[in-house]
């Protein structure tokens, strides 16, 4: 849907059905009411989540940074890895914990109340469940054990951390519930969806495809696992076109605006250029895609600068100024990544429906279409034997991860957690590195502190609290 609701600028005010005078309502203030509608809690957490996936805050998303798409310029602190003095880790933490998922729990535990129609209260449950399984996918592949099971309990003021695979096969088996409770032939949110419009159609789609990510997640851990979740999400059905895009509109004015344009553009920042990484890839490649994702340079070309080292502003390419309007809109999840993800399901041999050189093509067809470029485009690219899956380099894991990694460009955090399990493309630590390349988050200073006892034990069971710990599905 290609409009946002400011569901929260007025809640229904609070009234009594008794004709005798209540005095305890003179305490109660209409403007500013103790409850509000469990549509608003909703509409509030998918603003959030697709904010914090989107972001070029460097207090709160570094991915594009760390996956080499942009480099900073003056302030390369995050481009060499330096976590801790923004507290980013922090920052990401508490914005899917406090934010996301409370206002999802709280929309559930109002939906009962709000909702009459027994038939519409189950579509949305189901709804707000998926995206809980959604928030929580993003944690445990970011940080490994991590509280589940006692995190949104108000009893439990410091929860433990629960093993990052068990939380993981839990979330499989909530999103095989979402899914088989989705029917549709009732309604859910409405307008206060602001990604599907209530589209209950739409939503199991995007659920069957988000399962075809989790799935393939965990392919080099629990193939059997990956195997049978991948082609049940294909029976199912998963996106066929780019018009099934779970694509979130933001507003040409603010408050609703792309995160980007805040970050780059409304905050007069000129802290990012191109990095040399992609640029260097997609000029080798031919891509057509270069001139939506970056402008041109001081000398009328393309170029970036090197990962981790000041770069002049004025003298680099520099994201896209479509990228950076206001208005641009945000993908949770699009047709190109479920191609590439059905691409390596058929690589390691999952009945998904054709062969890996056919989603290939398909997955880089649909994003030069979704980014400009025509089918004209897209055949010309592929007949490079470069790109050509029959003649690309190295294994399946590089020819699709080059090209997944290039088709992901501006969802840096996605790109991060393909990259991990994949390893391509091969990318070299930045020039001032604090570490390796990140492979994990780092658990919040504040867990740190109060939480000590179970971020201790949370700490020695993944192998140790620090950025080069392999989470359980990073094999290689």
């Known amino acids: 849907m290609k409009k946002i609701i400011i569901i929260l600028a007025g809640f229904a005010m609070l009234g009594v059905t008794s004709c005798k005078k209540d005095l305890t309502t003179l305490n109660v203030d209409p403007k500013n009411p103790s409850t509000a509608p469990s549509y608003a809690f909703f509409t509030n957490a998918q603003h959030t989540l697709i904010n914090t996936l989107t972001s070029a805050n460097v207090n ?89 099971t006692e995190a949104l309990d108000i009893n439990k003021p410091f929860p433990k951390f629960d093993d990052a695979k068990t939380v993981y096969n839990n979330l499989l088996v909530r999103l095989n519930t979402d899914i088989g409770n989705m029917n549709t032939a009732n309604a859910s949110f409405g307008d206060a969806d602001i990604l599907y419009g209530g589209d209950v159609a739409k939503w199991k789609k995007f659920a069957n495809s988000f399962k075809l990510k989790m799935a393939l997640t965990i392919a080099d851990d629990d193939n ?120 390596e399901a058929s690589a390691r041999g999952y009945s998904v429906g054709a062969t890996a050189a056919t989603h290939y093509a398909n997955a880089i067809t649909a994003s030069i279409e979704y980014w400009g470029g025509t089918a004209g485009d897209a055949t010309a690219y592929l007949a490079q034997p470069s790109v050509n899956y029959a003649t690309a380099a190295g294994t399946y894991k590089q020819k699709i991860g080059i090209q997944e990694w290039l088709g992901l460009y501006n969802r840096g955090w996605d790109a991060w957690i393909v990259w991990r399990r994949l390893d391509y493309p091969q990318l070299a630590p930045a020039v001032d590195a604090l ?42």
């Open 60 to 148: 709160l998303n570094i991915f594009r940074l760390i996956v080499q798409y942009w480099e900073e310029t003056t302030y390369t602190d995050e481009s060499n890895y330096d976590i801790a003095t923004r507290d980013i880790n922090d920052a990401m933490w508490n914005s899917l914990y406090s934010s996301v998922l409370r206002d999802l729990q709280e929309a559930k535990n109002l939906i009962p109340k709000d909702v009459t129609d027994p038939n519409i209260q189950k579509n949305e449950l189901a709804i707000a469940d998926l995206m809980q399984v959604m928030a929580f996918y993003y944690l445990v592949t970011s940080y490994g054990n991590i509280p589940y």
């Open 224 to 343: 059997a696992t990956a195997k049978t979740a991948a082609e049940a999400a294909v029976t199912a059905g998963v996106f066929t076109s780019n018009s099934d895009n779970a694509e979130f509109g933001y507003l040409s004015s603010p408050p609703n605006t792309n995160p980007i344009w805040v970050d780059l553009v409304q905050s007069g920042r000129k802290d990012f250029v191109a990095n040399s990484t992609i640029i260097n890839t997609m000029m080798g490649l031919n891509d057509p895609r270069m001139p939506a994702y970056f402008t041109l340079d001081a000398n009328n070309g393309y170029s970036g600068g090197d990962p981790g080292a000041s770069s002049n502003y004025a003298t680099f390419s520099k994201p896209a100024v479509a990228i950076t309007a206001p208005d641009f809109p945000a993908l949770f999840m699009d047709y190109s990544e479920v191609e590439f993800l059905l691409a």
């Open 435 to 476: 570490s390796a390349i990140p492979l994990r988050f780092p658990y919040p200073v504040n867990e740190q502190n109060v939480n000590g006892t179970n971020y201790n034990a949370a700490a020695t069971a993944i192998g140790g609290d620090l950025v080069n710990t392999k989470l359980w599905f990073d094999k290689f």
